[in-house]
């Protein structure tokens, strides 16, 4: 049997592997393969799989035992392309040791270069290069990287605040440089690096309690080891929690001779992207810094060059761009550049390193991009026919649609605001909240209640809690491509970065910024697509996507590929409206309770629920009749010649009465009632479940008055406005059904109420009578009830209480537990429990369509919605899928992706 292979080289024009194995080789990994079988220059190495990953795992930590030879033999190779030995005493082969998953991670886990220097091996570097200063750079920045990588924090060592290994050895450097008076890195002489190294060694001995290892192949299983622990590590834990990636997927290793941006003004190191991930638009945009490592770029060190003019802002103009400095190197980045984006079909975020005036290529992926951008980049690649249109579709996220929807600062609040400071524009949109300095504090403040503004110098893999928890995230170091830009990017959330006016004083928790001071809790205003920073709380404006031109031809394709109609929640004329302008077809669910709740209203209401006898309650309704009445004419009006589905009365009585002593007592004085009847009636409409009580279509059965008034009150409407020749369409839904006898006494009663209004205003009006699905005895009888029934709505928030058996108030005391335990994937509340709930809509679709071949179907609970919930429903064939005003969009392009999706099929 051939031995399983763990290890895929790359080299030279050969690879192994190729981009099509993101999941065994991970994302990096499967990019360098690529490149490589593409001619681009990249520097040999070798893929150990996710699959290492996950065995080794799953066998208590130990790789398995065919790891080790492969490794030997794929090292060989490498060392044969590059002409060099590792661990060779003349002329040493440096690796990285590079962690790379599926899906990309920002700085999640470890990476290390320069592996493989040590006392031996330096002079021969030495030797080769006649760059001393270099050498000793790149030993400085190995231990840097391994000590905190390997020896602190693979090794599980949790240091206190301030005082990691690296930032001590940084602490270190920084004291040097004091001394020596310098501003850069780059000045620090050789013996300036030698003298610092011999300090870092006894750094780490003395906070880490052992050697800086100097055996190059000591160093290489360090470095591999500890790629495979950061997949478990905290960070890597929780970013996978937001991001929703499993654990099972595991990381690879990627282990890659070096290529050195550090070896003198001729060098250089950068990352880009084929467009700008912020805006969308089509010009070739990144950052780099003359002789300087990779990570330098990344961690928001030094602020980086932009890569050429195009990308010149007035807060860089200065500065010098690729293009200028290096010319011909410049067009060689960009015609690989413009090959990759036609080769991958998509936006790449690509790594580049110059050595000695040579250029290497050390990453390409699909970049993360926001909303605006991912909808620009779509729409612009389809026109050009880079890609069809169903790909554009299916390339948006619909979060991303979201996040056009969201609001930006009013230009006029700004042009008379205080303005605190200037920085790069990393994510769209604007934001308010109270500045905070911690990530924990973000997320302790933002579960209070609080909007939050994370304020950081820079940002680390630590704080994705707390960028998480934060309304947006201002830092004071960085460019567009640091780990807070990135991040933020990726959620599409409003982000500021490279403020360097911000003198950040993170023990007194304040700011000092042009002569002012900003503390804690203090309310700022950030304006993420210009990249000002404002104090005080603006106004922000609600989101304006109608004049994108992006989006709206997007949304437009949207609607030509969708099947699925989608329909609002609405109560009122005011949501219809918005929501009518959003592109809903209709009202899904227009509930007739939150009437009752008016000032006005609930006394009749009240009145109606008191009256022990008939002819109270029938007084009581005919008070509140002219007001129902009315409701429906604004929201019939607002929807003119679309249908709106009504549904009767729904929640249990006792929701319309005060229930303390106090409340009770007033209102008895109010309406002139004892207070012995108000309580006692209070007591005897007490339930122990009332979401299990006399609530629904049980009302109905039980009160037929009140839903004849409610008939009556939906049919004048019509009549009315039928007569003015406004078009109506009344669906009257009756609520909570399990028996198709509850279903057919309360239909009777509307349709005989329905016949005599359209008599008495000599008018017809095409209305409909159905039924809401939300109890499971009603999707198990679909056959029945669908003979009674002229339509059904999905009613999904109880449908899922009722299947699961648990009350949605209550789940939150446990529910999240589930979730994080693994032993739910999702909220069923927040998708659909497709094996659950959705087997039962399943059922009530296919016995439904049986009876009824043409009983028309959707869906009305909050999960119309959610994306993957209105992809189950255009899979069993609903109609359509009705959600509040806001998520119209994006049901709508969810449609879109669906009918895509099951066409690829
Ligand atoms: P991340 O996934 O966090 O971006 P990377 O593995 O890409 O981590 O590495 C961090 C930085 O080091 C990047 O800028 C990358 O280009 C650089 N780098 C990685 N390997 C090498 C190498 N073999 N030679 C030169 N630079 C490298
Ligand atoms: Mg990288
Ligand atoms: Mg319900």
Redesign the pocket.
């Known amino acids: 049997m051939a031995l399983k292979k763990y290890v895929y080289f790359f080299g030279s024009g050969k690879a192994d592997g190729s981009g099509k194995m993101k999941n065994l080789l991970g994302g990096?990994g499967a990019g360098l393969a690529e490149m490589t079988s593409l001619k681009i220059p990249v520097?040999p190495?070798f893929t150990i799989t996710t699959e290492v990953c996950t065995l080794y795992y799953k066998n208590n930590r130990k790789y398995p035992k065919e790891l080790n030879p492969q490794v030997d033999s794929a090292l060989a190779r490498v060392e044969k392309i590059m002409g060099k030995k590792f661990g060779s005493a003349e002329d040493p082969l440096l690796?990285?040791v590079?962690?790379?998953a599926r899906s990309?991670m920002?700085?999640m886990?470890e990476?290390v270069?320069n592996v493989g220097l040590t006392t031996k091996t330096i002079p021969g570097l030495v030797r080769k290069t006649q760059n001393e200063r270099f050498v000793y750079d790149a030993y400085r920045r190995l231990m840097m990287m391994y000590s905190d990588v390997v020896m602190e924090k693979a090794a599980g060592i949790e240091p206190a605040e301030g005082e990691g290994i690296r930032q001590q050895l940084e602490h270190a450097m920084e004291r040097m440089k004091k001394e020596k008076g310098y501003k850069n890195d780059t000045e620090l002489s050789v013996d300036d690096l030698k003298r610092l190294c011999e300090e870092f060694k006894g750094i780490i001995r003395r906070t880490l309690g052992k050697e800086f290892p100097d055996d190059p192949r000591e160093q290489l299983w360090g470095g591999i080891g500890a790629v495979f622990q950061s997949w478990m590590g905290k960070r890597a834990v929780s970013y996978r929690k937001i991001e929703k990636i499993p654990e099972e997927w595991g990381t690879a290793v990627?282990v890659?001779?070096?290529?050195?941006?550090n070896t003198g003004e001729n060098s250089g190191?950068g990352?880009a992207f084929t467009r700008n991930p912020a805006t969308g638009e089509n010009v070739f945009f990144g950052e780099w810094l003359p002789n300087a490592?990779?990570?330098d770029?990344?961690a928001g060190i030094r602020t980086p060059n932009p890569v050429n003019e195009a990308g010149k802002t007035d807060d860089t103009r200065h500065l010098p761009s690729l293009e200028e400095a290096m010319p011909s190197l410049y067009k060689q980045l960009f015609a690989i550049e413009k090959r990759l984006e036609k080769h991958y079909q998509d936006m790449q975020d690509i790594?580049f390193?110059i050595e000695d005036g040579r250029l290497?290529m050390?990453?390409t992926r699909v970049g993360k991009r926001n909303g605006q951008a991912a909808i620009r980049m779509a729409v612009d690649m389809a026109k050009s026919k880079l890609i069809t249109k169903g790909i554009a579709l299916l390339r948006v996220k619909p979060e991303q649609i979201d996040e056009l929807l969201h609001p930006s600062v009013d230009p006029a609040a700004e042009k008379s605001a205080v303005e605190l400071a200037k920085g790069l524009p990393a994510g769209p949109g604007g934001a308010i909240g109270k500045v905070v300095f911690t990530a924990d504090d973000a997320e302790g403040w933002a579960r209070k209640g609080e909007k939050v503004i994370l304020v950081r110098n820079e940002t680390s893999p630590e704080d994705v809690h707390g960028m998480h928890a934060a309304e947006a995230i201002l830092t004071a170091r960085g460019g567009m491509t640091s780990h807070a830009a990135l991040v933020a990017r990726g959620w599409g959330k409003c982000c500021i970065v490279g403020c360097s006016e911000l003198a950040i004083n993170l023990h007194k928790k304040e700011i000092h910024v042009n002569g002012r001071v900003v503390r804690e809790g203090d309310w700022i205003t950030l304006n993420g697509t210009k990249g000002r920073v404002y104090e005080g709380k603006l106004k922000l404006l609600p989101a304006d996507p109608e004049h994108n031109q992006w989006y709206k031809e997007l949304m437009k394709w949207a609607d030509q590929f969708r099947t699925l109609k989608v329909r609002t929640n609405a109560d009122t004329p005011n949501d219809a409206a918005v929501a009518r302008n959003f592109g809903a077809q209709g009202i899904g669910l227009c509930r007739t309770e939150h009437m009752f709740f008016d000032a006005d209203r609930i006394r009749s209401v009240r009145e109606m629920i008191l009256s022990d006898a008939l002819e109270g309650r029938r007084k009581a309704l005919a008070k509140l009749l002219p007001m129902q009445k009315g409701d429906f004419v604004g929201i019939f009006k607002a929807m003119a010649g679309l249908p709106v589905t009504i549904r009767l009365l729904d929640p249990p009585l006792h929701e319309f009465l005060p229930h303390t002593d106090q409340e009770l007592t007033e209102l008895a004085g109010e309406m002139g009632v004892p207070f012995e009847r108000l309580n006692a009636k209070n007591k005897s409409l007490h339930e122990f479940n009332p979401m299990l009580g006399h609530r629904g279509c049980r009302l109905g059965v039980t009160y037929p008055e009140i839903y004849e008034m409610q008939v009556q009150a939906i049919m004048e409407a019509a009549c009315e406005l039928a007569k003015e020749r406004v078009k109506v369409i009344p669906e009257i839904m009756i609520p909570l059904v399990g028996h198709v006898k509850e279903l057919e006494t309360t239909r009777d009663l509307t349709v005989s109420v329905a016949e005599r209004i359209q008599k008495e205003y000599k008018v017809k009006v095409p209305y409909t009578v159905g039924t809401m699905i939300e109890l499971p005895r009603a999707c198990v009888t679909s056959d029945e009830i669908a003979a009674h029934a002229d339509f059904y709505s999905f009613g999904t928030n109880d449908l899922t209480q009722t299947v699961y058996g648990l009350s949605r108030d209550d789940a939150g005391r446990f529910l999240p537990t589930y979730v994080e335990n693994g032993i739910l994937k999702e909220d069923p509340f927040i998708t659909i429990d497709q094996e659950g709930v959705g087997a039962l809509m399943r059922m009530a679709v296919e016995k439904g369509r049986k009876v009824k071949k043409n009983l028309k179907m959707g869906i009305c609970g909050e999960h119309g919605g959610e994306p993957k919930s209105v992809e189950f429903c255009h899979k069993i064939g609903l109609e359509y899928v009705s959600c509040s005003p806001f998520r119209v969009p994006i049901a709508r392009f969810a449609a879109a992706q669906a009918a895509l999706k099951k066409k690829a099929k």
Request: cysteine-free; charged content about 10%.
């Open positions: 990096k520097p190495g690796v990285s590079r962690s790379g990309s920002p700085g886990m990476t270069l990627n890659q001779s070096m290529v050195f941006g190191t990352v490592q990779g990570e770029v990344v790594e390193t290497w050390l990453q």
